[in-house]
Structures are given as structure tokens and as C-alpha cells.
């Protein structure tokens, strides 16, 4: 665990908050997994921050969570835009639904073995929570969005008046 440094107070008024950490082979391991080189494997690592694991939510990966969701959404979005020109926006919105879904993301999730890194706190740990599928899920956007900010180029400045 590593000091998030003063000036960044917990919910209990603390001058630090500690944020769990990986050591930097260990998230070249998931990269490779991932097949993505982060810049900034600082943003990899919040992805896998719980909630449970920090005192402060700010440095939990929630708000790459959010991020992560729109995006996914997004992408699928666009593919089935592509994918099925005779689709009405029922009909996509309908296959969007029941593509992108919790046991989905969970599976996804399982598949790259994305438990084996997610911090949760100890008394999260005891009661399953590294099994859950909505905590598995929710890493899932995390990651996605971490991805997102570290690799995706600025979108044009054409979004910035939206």
C-alpha cells in the first residue's frame, strides 16, 4: 500500500489515504494478459481498486467504472450500427441490452482472470465478493476506461461545445 499523499483527506480526516498498489511487474503481467502497454499503469491500477479497499472513493476505480460503461456502450453501439443496417433503434437498443449485461461483463472478467487483481477489502474478500459478478463486472468497465484514457487519442474539437 502506498500513501496517496497530503492534502488528499479520507473520510475519517486523515492527511493520507492509503491506495492498494501492484508492483509494476505484476500489472506487466495483466497487460500482457490484456495485450495493452499502459503509459500510465497508475490508471490500470485504480481500475483494480474496489471501493471496499480505500478509504475515499475518489481513488477506488468507481469513476473509471462510469467512464468504462459509456464507452463499452458506445462501441457496441457503433458494431451494431455497422453489423445490422436494417435495424430500427428498438431493435438495437434490444441486442445492445442483451449483449452488454452483468453476466456478460462477469464472464469477460473470468476470462482474463481479472479477479487475481482486483484489491477488495479483507472483510469483501471473506464473504465472496472476488466471485460476485457485479464486482467483476464493474472492474471490467474499469478497465475499459482505463484503457480509454491511457491509449484513445482527444476526441475532436468538435465534442468540446457539446
Given at each position: 500500500m502506498i500513501s496517496a499523499g497530503k492534502g488528499q483527506a479520507g473520510a475519517g480526516g486523515e492527511d493520507a489515504v492509503q491506495?492498494?498498489?501492484h508492483g509494476k511487474e505484476r500489472l506487466a503481467e495483466l497487460e500482457s494478459l490484456l495485450g495493452v502497454k499502459f503509459?500510465?499503469?497508475?490508471?490500470?491500477?485504480?481500475?483494480?481498486?474496489h471501493r471496499?479497499?480505500?478509504?475515499?472513493?475518489?481513488?477506488?476505480n468507481q469513476r473509471l467504472e462510469f467512464l468504462g460503461d459509456s464507452i463499452l456502450g458506445m462501441v457496441v453501439a457503433e458494431r451494431l450500427f455497422a453489423?445490422?443496417?436494417?435495424?430500427?433503434?428498438?431493435?438495437?437498443?434490444?441486442?445492445?441490452k442483451r449483449v452488454i449485461n452483468t453476466r456478460a461483463l462477469a464472464a469477460a472478467a473470468r476470462a482474463m482472470r481479472l479477479?487475481?487483481?482486483i484489491h477488495v477489502?479483507?472483510?469483501?474478500?471473506?464473504?465472496?465478493?472476488?466471485?460476485?459478478?457485479a464486482l467483476l463486472a464493474d472492474a471490467v468497465e474499469s478497465v475499459i476506461a482505463a484503457v480509454y484514457l491511457d491509449q484513445v487519442a482527444p476526441p475532436s474539437p468538435f465534442f468540446k461545445n457539446v
Open positions: 491506495v492498494p498498489q503509459n500510465d499503469q497508475a490508471l490500470l491500477n485504480q481500475a483494480l481498486v471496499s479497499a480505500v478509504l475515499d472513493n475518489i481513488f477506488s453489423a445490422i443496417p436494417s435495424a430500427n433503434e428498438g431493435g438495437l437498443s434490444e441486442i445492445r479477479g487475481e487483481w477489502a479483507d472483510y469483501e474478500s471473506k464473504r465472496g465478493g472476488l466471485s460476485q459478478e
